[in-house]
């Protein structure tokens, strides 16, 4: 059963390009609409790769109206782990009290959000909304459970892993 879902957040959540270039924050359709379905079913978490501290990445989350929403945020920067390692991973799991085969990773890097997600065993959903990041999977690791182009498309993949 799953009770958890992890998600990256620059072109997951929140888009990252336009954060990039233009200093806006702006959310991807329906990011509120699937994470306050989310909210009280199961635990939450960002896990995402920066320079950032995590205080920074709280005042963006925030900023996107996003913030209360999660039970926990672990950045790269305060942890000295990067995507795919899992220790990065293992942090956010261990936090939250989660087994790997209880948790949905979802991100929008194959080489990153997916094959890390994989390598701690949990499900995996790969988030490609846009052309930003061409990449395929290349091996097995790299393979994610499900390929989706909304977040939208979260909520019924979630009720069918329920049964």
Request: negative net charge; proline residues 2%; hydrophobic residues 40%.
């Amino acid at each position: 059963m799953i009770k958890g879902v992890f998600f990256d957040l620059g072109d997951t959540l929140v888009n990252e390009q336009l954060f990039l270039e233009k200093d806006i924050v702006e959310t991807l359709p329906y990011a509120h609409e699937v994470l306050k379905a989310l909210f009280h079913h199961y635990k939450l978490a960002i896990i995402c790769d920066t320079d950032a501290s995590k205080e920074e990445v709280h005042r963006l989350l925030r900023d996107a109206r996003i913030d209360h929403y999660f039970n926990l945020v672990v950045v790269s920067s305060e942890v000295g782990s990067n995507k795919p390692d899992e220790r990065i991973f293992r942090i956010a799991l261990e936090e939250l009290d989660l087994k790997a085969d209880e948790v949905v990773m979802v991100g929008n890097r194959i080489s990153r959000d997916i094959l890390g997600g994989n390598k701690v065993e949990m499900k995996t959903i790969h988030l490609k909304w846009n052309d930003r990041y061409r990449e395929e999977a290349t091996n097995r690791l790299e393979q994610p459970s499900y390929t989706i182009k909304s977040l939208r498309e979260i909520l019924p993949l979630l009720a069918k892993w329920k049964c």
